[in-house]
């Protein structure tokens, strides 16, 4: 019995005048499915090509030119980054990270935020490829010495600048913007995915990423002491620390060193005590942030040896607490490596006192930033007898320890 309707015809040709209401949703379900799948695997291929962004523009092995003529020529370029590049940069990504922050909001209601992260990639290209270029103007190579001796009449051009202004971006920035935009690939792609294997993305943090791009914004235009400000005020905490464990081990009821290696502990603590005092003032008083000069009289070499010092007295210092014995009352503890410590660790700050001698105390009288109304020159007097004579009393406990 039939129907009117040939059940062998394909249904596409059917002879009827409008399409059946289950068929048009399927059909438009699957365009939209389509479409929606093409938009995500688009905005996650932009995100991978912005993590994967060329630093260098093809220069490897690339001499740089940066005679002082050329770079006066090219000084501009720092007002170009941290005036108007930087700035874009940084509100671009707060603007990406802002769209993808609600991961509930992007499940529910992606298309705007698709549409969104779309829109912004072509930006952030440009952006970072005229802050590389700008770099590229600037450094126009790779090779080049590290730092210079004679380099002081250069201002803020002066080499410890620019290779810190470059390395910041290429590895620091460069790390935190490839985490970044994989981390947004990796949201963007789980809207593809199955319900069932949907899973809780991390939230996008960007505050380290914002601390970097302010930090090339302070490499860019703020004072060349910055970093060493910003390092010693870290080893001021690493001091603190130290000096906690010294206070911890030379109790006699901690039962973890004999009665004369307590006596070298305490001999320790004055040191490391005074050294932590050291970085507190100059980072509160002789250079304090807001009151630092654009740029001194020191060389690049001067400038590179104040921030290295950082580390060395983190490794004299940490040296006198991790040499001593741990719990054998009969092991000796290396006397002639401790003494080497106590030697380096006061060389290494008469180093330092040289240079703000000479550099940095006559800028600190020009802002009046000593505290209070004790000049810093005399309290560095008074801090360099104290730690004087506190080395002498650690030598001595490390020669009367090695007597016994």
């Known amino acids: 019995m039939s129907n009117g309707l040939d059940i ?7 002879d009827i005048d409008e399409p059946s209401g289950l068929v048009d949703i399927y059909e438009t379900d699957t365009i939209v499915t389509h479409r929606f799948r093409n938009q995500v695997e688009f905005a996650a291929k932009g995100l991978a090509r912005l993590a994967n962004h060329d630093y260098t523009l093809g220069l ?3 001499p740089a030119d940066l005679s002082i003529n050329r770079l006066r020529s090219k000084k501009y370029l720092l007002t170009e980054l941290h005036s108007n590049l930087l700035p874009v940069l940084r509100q671009q990504i707060i603007s990406l990270s802002q769209a993808l922050g609600d991961s509930n909001s992007l499940r529910l ?6 549409k969104l992260v779309i829109a912004i990639q072509p930006k952030l290209e440009l952006t970072l490829h005229r802050i590389i270029r700008a770099i590229k103007d600037l450094i126009p190579g790779m090779v080049y010495e590290s730092t210079l001796t004679n380099d002081q009449h250069f201002k803020e051009l002066k080499r410890y600048r620019l290779r810190g202004l470059d390395c910041f971006i290429k590895d620091v920035l460069r790390t935190h913007l490839n985490s970044f935009f994989l981390n ?3 949201l963007i792609e789980t809207l593809i995915l199955p319900a069932g294997d949907q899973t809780d993305v991390q939230a996008l943090f960007i505050g380290e990423l914002l601390q970097s791009i ?6 860019s235009h703020g004072s060349e ?10 080893s001021a905490n690493h001091l603190n620390f130290l000096l906690n464990n010294a206070f911890f081990l030379a109790e006699p009821n901690q039962g973890s060193y004999t009665g004369s290696v307590i006596e070298l502990t305490k001999s320790f603590i004055p040191v490391i005590k005074l050294s932590k005092l050291f970085f507190n003032k100059m980072t509160t008083g002789g250079m304090a942030k807001n009151k630092l000069p654009i740029f001194t009289e020191m060389s690049s070499h001067q400038l590179r040896s104040l921030d290295e010092s950082v580390e060395e007295i983190k490794n004299y210092t940490g040296g006198l607490m991790y040499l001593l014995p741990l719990a054998v009352e009969d092991q000796q503890v290396p006397t002639i490596t401790l003494g080497d410590n106590i030697e380096k660790l ?3 700050f008469q180093s330092c006192l040289f240079l703000i001698d000479l550099y940095i105390l006559p800028r600190c009288v020009e802002t009046n930033s000593c505290s209070s109304q004790t000049c810093l020159r005399t309290w560095l ?3 360099r007898t104290l730690f004087s004579q506190a080395t002498i009393n650690a030598t001595e406990a490390c020669e009367s320890y090695e007597a016994e």
């Open 346 to 348: 006061s060389a290494c």
């Open 214 to 219: 302010d930090s090339v914004v302070t490499w």
């Open 8 to 14: 062998d015809e394909p249904i596409g040709l059917l």
């Open 225 to 234: 002491l910055h970093q060493i400000s910003d390092q010693w005020k870290l």
């Open 381 to 383: 007097v008074t801090w």
């Open 60 to 62: 490897y092995n690339t």
């Open 109 to 114: 209601n992606p298309a705007p935020t698709l």
């Open 184 to 186: 947004c690939r990796r």
